[in-house]
């Protein structure tokens, strides 16, 4: 069963807009949140993360909002860049008494148009 | 410095045949993560390393699946008597020390068992 879910495969925005790429857990134990950003044949990069006492995370152009009632979290893109189009991966892990593995969704493919 | 590297960057075989890949840390990462993407699919946990020992190996599919990481940097995944379904982009990752710490992922290895 998926713990990570994220609906969307695909999201078209265009440049400048904002970018929404939402994410909805079901393990309540998680508490530390990521986002990966994949190009074509290369492995996923790092993009911003936000541990359960949070409920936002901002870095630049990137913001992620964690609502733990709901148990989901988003990130914000703005302004979205055409190098902004790639693979989006949410993931989350247990820090605490876990292995540290991150568990992933399937990913949200977003492509930024000039 | 260095990121994490994978060899060989893809590895065609047959069906029956035996496959070890390969995963150079980040210097002084002592842990370190093995991870498999299917087609369409998130990255998904394999095992992991502290050190030279396997912390957690839970995500091993079955007995034809092994690691090693001998001196705590180098680690090496092991493929039985592949089969057609074990074809996918095998990413390997580390980190600092664990826990919260951000993991780097290589390039992966794409695996195709004829």
């Known amino acids: 069963d998926q713990q990570v879910k994220q609906n969307s495969p695909s999201l078209s925005v265009q440049e400048g807009r904002i970018s929404i790429l939402n994410c909805d857990y079901t393990?309540?134990?998680?508490?530390?949140f990521l986002w990966y950003k994949k190009y074509p044949a290369e492995g996923p990069t790092f993009l911003i993360s936000?541990?359960?006492?949070?409920d936002k995370n901002e870095d630049g152009r990137f913001t992620v909002f964690l609502n733990k009632s709901a148990k989901h979290l988003s990130l914000h893109i703005v302004p979205s860049q055409p190098g902004d189009s790639a693979v989006y991966f949410c993931?989350?892990?247990?820090?605490?008494?876990?292995?540290?593995?991150?568990?992933f969704g399937k990913g949200t493919k977003l492509t930024v148009n000039p | 410095g260095a990121g994490v590297s994978q060899t060989p960057s893809n590895k065609v075989t047959e069906k029956g045949k035996y496959v070890e890949l390969r995963c150079d840390p980040i210097?002084?990462?002592?842990?370190l993560y093995w991870y498999r993407q299917s087609l369409g699919q998130g990255p998904e946990f394999l095992i992991y390393?502290?050190?030279?020992?396997?912390?957690?190996d839970s995500g091993l599919p079955n007995d034809r699946f092994f690691a090693v990481r001998p001196e705590g940097s180098v680690s090496t995944l092991k493929i039985q008597r592949t089969e057609r379904g074990d074809s996918a982009v095998y990413l390997c990752?580390?980190?600092?020390?664990?826990?919260?710490?951000?993991?780097?992922f290589g390039p992966g290895t794409r695996l195709l068992v004829l």
């Open positions: 936000i541990s359960s006492i949070k």
């Open positions: 990752a580390s980190s600092a020390s664990g826990g919260s710490e951000t993991q780097y």
């Open positions: 993931a989350a892990t247990r820090t605490q008494g876990g292995s540290e593995k991150l568990v």
């Open positions: 393990n309540s134990m998680f508490d530390y």
């Open positions: 390393f502290q050190g030279t020992g396997a912390a957690d």
């Open positions: 210097s002084g990462h002592t842990a």
